[in-house]
Every structure is written in C-alpha cells, then in structure tokens.
C-alpha cells in the first residue's frame, strides 16, 4: 500500500469518526458551554483583551500568512495558501447552514430577557449560526504559518541541536497559546460554544494536515495539482457542486425551531435586515467564494 493511499484512508477515518461524534456531544456540550458563558463577566480588560485576539491577531496571522508565502516560496505555496484559505472558508459556510446551530448569546439573551424586561442589547450581535466557528478553523493558519516558515526554515539553519529543538519547541508553544487565545476569546464574547470551537478546529487540522501532505510530503508542485485535478475532475465537481446545492438549500430555508424568536433578538436590538440574517448571508458567501474558486482553479 502506498503512503498517499495510506494517509488518504487515515483522512477519511479521521473526518468520519470527528463528525460522527460531534452529534454525540453537540447538545450537551451545548448546554453546559450556556451555563459556563453567562457566569463570565462581560466587562472590564478582559472584554478589549479578548477583542484583540478575536479580530486583530486572526487577522494579521492570515496577512502575514500570504505574505510570507508571496514573497519568500515559490508561486505553487502561495496558490496552495490561498487555495486552502478560501476551500476552508467555503466548507464552513455549507457546515453553518446545514447545522444551523445557535450562538451561545442568542440563548443567553432569550433567558436573561425573560428574567429582565429591561434588559439592555445582546453582548453581540451576529445573525450567522456558529457551528463551526470560523475563527477556530481560520486559527490553524497560526499553526500553518509555524510549520511553513519559522520551524522549516528559519529554526532548521540553527546548527546547535540543543538550540535548535529549544526554539523549535518554544515557538510552537507560543503559537498554540496564542491560538488558545483566539478560540477562547470566542467563547468569552459568548460568540461560540465548546462544541462549536471543537468542531472548527478539527475541520482546520484535517485542511492543515492536507496542505502538508499534498505541498510538502508529497513534493507537489503547482502543475502536478493542476494535472491531479484535471485527472479527477469528473469526481471533484461534482461533489463541490452537492456540496454548493446543500449549502443553497439549507442556507435559504428556515431549519432552527428557535429562529422566530432569535430573529426578534436580531431585528429588535441589533437592527438586523430579515434577508440579512441565519443561513442567508452564509449561503451568499458560500456562492461568491465558489465563483471565486471556480475561477481561481
């Protein structure tokens, strides 16, 4: 059996047991996320804090990202970048809409406003569903940006051992609690719940372990893709066509028992538009990415 054979199977196995189990623990990790968050204080340092790491550093991460793979690797890393950048975006949209989940602050603020007429607006506002959090799939670049350039190249021209795997190790630590950071944030913020942080995550290691493996084990360069795709292109369009419909479909419908009342959260306090809300929005950008893709490709 050949090694691409092998990760190929190890791939699948990991993705079928990683969304087998998230029905298992989805409710009641749910349920106990609710609880935890509306004990946490909103308020204070901890609320710019955690800010910062939710907006700024994710977003930086991903600019620095695309710069160093503009202007210090071939082409082919860079398009494998980006690629990956907007496939993982694209899989997070059709994965919202299908699951249609709550965000923890919707509940909160359901609950909290029973109990208190007066209550102010929500602690966010967000009209998307939040499983998975796109902020823990987007993290992976941390780890992505790592791998690429500080342990491949730059912590590799170290030539004291000792030194060499000091820093290598330091460095990683530093990028996973800085990675800590970010998806805890979203919790803090009462964007996204255990469950939904887990599932985002998972989804970015399986994108980040097929970067490695197809650009970098497997030595592919930017031509050896194009030809892969065109090899299997009877398959792949296909199953990203399902992939858009199921995202059309469920985007534009109304599928959360809840949602009635979440929409008069939303338009009430938040000042959201009907049509701008839930699996709408989700749904157009799943479109404009694919048409991005589509043409990238």
């Known amino acids: 059996m050949t090694r691409k054979t092998i990760f190929l199977i190890f791939l699948i196995i990991y993705l079928i047991i990683i969304f087998s189990v998230e029905f298992a623990y989805r409710n009641v990790l749910y349920e106990k996320s609710v609880e935890y ?3 946490i204080d909103q308020g204070g340092f901890l609320k710019y804090f955690y800010f910062f790491w939710t907006i700024i550093y994710l977003i930086g991460i991903i600019v620095v990202g695309l710069l160093v793979t503009l202007f210090c ?3 082919n890393i860079f398009f494998c970048h980006v690629s990956f950048l907007l496939l993982s975006v694209f899989i997070m949209c059709i994965f919202k809409s299908l699951y ?5 602050f919707w509940d909160i603020y359901l609950k909290l406003k029973k109990e208190n007429a ?6 966010e506002c967000d009209s998307e569903f939040g499983n998975p959090s796109g902020h823990a799939v987007l993290n992976i670049y941390s780890l992505f940006l790592w791998h690429l350039f500080i342990s491949s190249n730059f912590v590799n021209k170290i030539e004291n051992n000792v030194k060499k795997n000091l820093t290598k ?4 630590v530093v990028i996973i609690i800085c990675m800590g950071f970010v998806v805890y944030s979203r919790i803090h913020r009462q964007m996204h719940s255990f469950n939904q942080i887990i599932h985002g995550t998972v989804i970015g290691l399986a994108f980040w372990f097929t970067f490695c493996y197809i650009f970098e084990y497997n ?9 892969f795709l065109e090899k299997w292109k009877f398959i792949i369009i296909p199953i990203v066509l399902i992939l858009y419909g199921i995202s059309l479909i469920f985007g534009l419908t109304l599928h959360n028992d809840k949602e009635e009342e979440y929409k ?12 701008d809300m839930f699996g709408k929005n989700t749904a157009y950008i ?10 990238y490709l």
Do not use: H, Q, W
């Not at 249609?100 to 923890?104: C, E, I, L, M, N």
């Open 37 to 39: 968050i509306e004990k």
């Open 286 to 295: 799943s479109s404009l990415i694919f048409i991005i893709i589509g043409g």
């Open 169 to 172: 190790y330091l460095s990683l």
């Open 73 to 75: 690797y071939l082409i």
């Open 118 to 123: 007066n209550l102010e607006t929500p602690t």
């Open 264 to 275: 008069k959260i939303l338009v009430e306090y938040c000042e959201f538009n009907e049509y």
């Open 100 to 104: 249609a989940d709550p965000r923890p």
């Open 219 to 227: 030595k592919m360069n930017l031509t050896d893709f194009i030809l």
